[in-house]
């Protein structure tokens, strides 16, 4: 398996249209990375850039070692798998996994040890002799896994797989793609999704695309328990994280803010008195809110929408019109919230502070803007 590193690539169309700028990322052999991002962000560009399907127009992109700009899709040791399976559909799932290495001048006996390789590895022994139209969704998309598998490339690259699935497919897919790469821990893997889901539960490190650029980098808790900026705070993480103004009136090992809406926060992010009094925005993901009771806290508002889904209460506060509503994620059924002012709070370690849109964890990080599509 190879690595892969890409230096200041970028992609723009037509000479004034720029897509990607300035994208700097090493893949490790054996890594599973997953590109996520906004609608228009560039994942699958991305992507097809690294397959040679798209032409870089900056930059250098290497395989394993070897500047692969100029060289074509078939000479770059990749496999890629599309969100449609495209599937021969009068050849059996044999002849389909098989097809690429018969173009390949492999011996016979080479094609059944390779195919039955990678059959078996898929739980697809038993559908070798069936035609595409007589298997599910996911059997199919394991089919066209299963045709990049025996050709035993240098990277696999998956563009959004799953996609085209309905919800229960998707969820047994992807716990076969986590158990496939168990299989081949060597095997290096670039996936691109729209689901938060497939990413942290698939991934060995998320990078997050956004406004031309990688907003961050790192393992998925990573992501999700220290978010460099407030856009990743936000992308990361369902129902995504509320964001709450406030001004700093304490300094120190711990940083107190004063929220515009009444109450205060205690965050365990330090602070300089270089910030005491500024402007600020302090971060809670809707899971770490707890019930205030007669306590400090850091929201109140009264809650306008519930949503009791048994394990945990979604509680939907009442927000001015064109604003995103406060969200509260407790434990437990609490429906008789609804039409209540309700006080939350939360552990200071749970607590973000961010200023300028960047975590004061990061100071050195940046402000990714992002326009709605």
């Given at each position: ?36 991002g906004p609608s228009g962000c560039g994942k699958s560009t991305l992507l097809r850039m690294i397959a040679g399907l798209e032409k870089i127009t900056a930059g250098t992109l290497e395989i394993d070692g070897q500047v692969v700009n100029d060289v074509p899709p078939s000479e770059r040791g990749i496999a890629m798998v599309f969100q ?290």
């Amino acid at each position: 398996m190879a690595d892969v590193k890409l230096t200041d690539v970028g992609k723009t169309y037509g000479g004034t249209v720029e897509v990607l700028k300035g994208i700097n990322l090493d893949i490790g052999k054996g890594e599973l990375v997953v590109f996520v991002g906004p609608s228009g962000c560039g994942k699958s560009t991305l992507l097809r850039m690294i397959a040679g399907l798209e032409k870089i127009t900056a930059g250098t992109l290497e395989i394993d070692g070897q500047v692969v700009n100029d060289v074509p899709p078939s000479e770059r040791g990749i496999a890629m798998v599309f969100q449609s399976y495209a599937l021969y559909p009068h050849m059996t799932v044999f002849d389909n996994m098989a097809f690429a290495l018969r173009l390949a001048k492999k011996s016979e006996d080479e094609v059944k040890e390779a195919v039955h390789a990678a059959a078996e590895k898929l739980q697809l022994t038993n559908f070798l002799d069936r035609l595409p139209k007589a298997l599910s969704g996911g059997q199919r998309q394991r089919v066209a896994i299963g045709r990049s598998i025996v050709r035993d490339p240098k990277v696999y690259l998956f563009d959004e797989p799953l996609s085209n699935l309905d919800a229960a497919l998707r969820v047994a897919t992807r716990l076969q793609i986590a158990q496939l790469k168990e299989q081949m821990p060597e095997s290096t893997m670039v996936y691109v999704t729209h689901d938060q889901v497939e990413a942290m539960t698939l991934a060995t490190r998320i990078v997050v695309l956004a406004g031309g650029g990688v907003a961050q980098v790192g393992p998925p808790l990573d992501l999700y328990e220290r978010p460099e900026n407030e856009f990743v705070a936000q992308f990361i993480g369902s129902p995504k994280m509320n964001i709450l103004p406030g001004k700093i009136v304490g300094t120190g090992e711990h940083t107190t803010i004063e929220m515009d809406g009444g109450g205060r926060a205690v965050s365990s992010v330090p602070s300089t008195d270089a910030l005491m009094g500024a402007s600020v925005n302090v971060g809670v993901r809707p899971e770490d809110f707890v019930a205030a009771g007669e306590g400090d806290y850091i929201y109140e508002g009264k809650v306008g929408i519930t949503e009791a889904l048994g394990e945990v209460t979604l509680l939907y506060f009442d927000a001015p019109a064109g604003e995103d509503p406060t969200i509260g994620k407790l434990a437990g059924i609490h429906q008789g919230l609804r039409g209540q002012v309700t006080r939350l709070t939360a552990d200071p370690a749970k607590v973000h502070v961010f200023k300028d849109g960047v975590s004061l964890l990061y100071p050195d990080g940046k402000n990714v803007m992002v326009e709605p599509h």
